[in-house]
């Protein structure tokens, strides 16, 4: 049996992961927007090594080193953006102090800051599924302008370089204008930079 990190027992062909059951396939019986914060942790844990096993495959360098990164949140985000897809937001040395201030009040990301945000969503039987690894790097001044210094890429579940528009993020990330294009999870499971 996998190691989940969170409390979990087998029993014929199942698993009880902190108290939630689950079908050894990463199963529910709770719809999407149903679930608590302790079924989507549960989830995330159930299939985290193997998306991270099939990031890892391509030839994405930041997609084999993206796990030892810091974190931002203490679970998932719930659905929104990217596919209403949940969210797992680590940020790299170089940006992860910035970031966990969570405002917009500060100033640009330093250029170097590597957002990377695993995801996964829920089928509507309950079944978790693999989603992209997408990333964010801030770039220097009058690399990217157009997109405010942000060059955004992405990784499908088994490593290929997914193919996308940087004007398709852009669109979407400019919303955010004011927190230097980045949206943040939901402040009940951010962590703090102190």
């Given at each position: 049996?996998?190691?989940?990190?969170l409390?979990?027992?087998?029993?014929?062909?199942?698993?009880?992961?902190?108290?939630?059951?689950?079908?050894?396939?990463?199963?529910?019986?709770?719809?999407?927007?149903?679930?608590?914060?302790?079924?989507?942790?549960?989830?995330?844990?159930?299939i985290?090594?193997e998306?991270?096993e099939?990031?890892a495959?391509?030839?994405?360098?930041w997609?084999?080193?993206y796990?030892?990164?810091?974190?931002?949140?203490?679970?998932p985000?719930?659905p929104?953006?990217?596919?209403?897809?949940?969210?797992?937001?680590?940020?790299?040395?170089?940006?992860?102090?910035?970031?966990?201030?969570?405002?917009?009040?500060?100033?640009?990301?330093?250029?170097?800051?590597?957002?990377?945000?695993?995801?996964?969503?829920?089928?509507?039987k309950?079944k978790?599924?693999?989603?992209p690894l997408?990333?964010?790097e801030?770039?220097?001044?009058?690399t990217?302008?157009?997109?405010?210094?942000?060059?955004?890429?992405?990784?499908?579940?088994?490593?290929?370089?997914?193919?996308?528009?940087?004007?398709?993020?852009?669109?979407?990330h400019?919303?955010?204008?004011?927190q230097?294009?980045?949206?943040?999870?939901?402040?009940?499971?951010?962590?703090?930079?102190?």
């Open positions: 049996m996998k190691k989940f990190g409390r979990s027992v087998t029993f014929a062909g199942a698993m009880l992961i902190s108290g939630v059951a689950f079908a050894a396939d990463c199963t529910t019986d709770k719809k999407k927007d149903d679930l608590s914060g302790e079924a989507v942790t549960a989830l995330f844990e159930c985290k090594g998306l991270r099939g990031y495959k391509g030839d994405n360098p997609a084999k080193e796990v030892t990164w810091g974190a931002t949140s203490v679970r985000a719930a929104g953006a990217h596919g209403k897809r949940f969210l797992n937001t680590l940020v790299n040395e170089t940006g992860l102090a910035e970031y966990l201030k969570f405002s917009d009040e500060r100033g640009p990301m330093p250029v170097g800051s590597i957002l990377a945000k695993e995801s996964f969503t829920v089928s509507k309950g978790a599924k693999k989603g997408f990333f964010m801030k770039v220097a001044a009058g990217a302008d157009e997109y405010d210094n942000w060059v955004y890429s992405a990784v499908q579940p088994k490593g290929k370089v997914m193919k996308i528009k940087q004007q398709f993020c852009h669109a979407c400019d919303a955010f204008e004011d230097d294009n980045m949206g943040y999870p939901v402040e009940d499971v951010r962590l703090s930079s102190n």
